[in-house]
Nanobody, 114 residues
Framework: QVQLVESGGGLVQPGGSLRLSCAASGSIFRFYAMGWYRQAPGKQRELVASIFSGGSTNYADSVKGRFTIARDNAKNTVYLQMNSLKPEDTAVYYC????????WGQGTQVTVSS
């Protein structure tokens, strides 16, 4: 069974930065594309960034140039560096495979507010 554990969220002021981490177990991590998703209150969950097994990346237009996704296959971990955060980035952030597996982790709350 795949297990995903997200961490690194918190409260940050607009313009600030956070680095999220996701430890994955139970899958052959290095063969899969991984993604960071987020869900804001009252909205559908959306994919914000993905990284393929070879290292190429894709970003949603709303985060392009501000967020960077990376992976460490030796540690079965995927990261999301978030810079120049805006209030509209406030959401629960999740990692999963891309496309996602049925099982989701608890997510980590990111709140951008002054």
């Amino acid at each position: 069974q795949v297990q995903l554990v997200e961490s690194g969220g918190g409260l940050v002021q607009p313009g600030g930065s956070l680095r999220l981490s996701c430890a994955a177990s139970g899958s052959i991590f290095r063969f899969y594309a991984m993604g960071w998703y987020r869900q804001a209150p009252g909205k559908q969950r959306e994919l914000v960034a993905s990284i393929f097994s070879g290292g190429s990346t894709n970003y949603a237009d709303s985060v392009k140039g501000r967020f960077t996704i990376a992976r460490d296959n030796a540690k079965n971990t995927v990261y999301l560096q978030m810079n120049s955060l805006k209030p509209e980035d406030t959401a629960v952030y999740y990692c999963n495979h891309s496309p996602p597996f049925p099982s989701w982790g608890q997510g980590t709350q990111v709140t951008v507010s002054s």
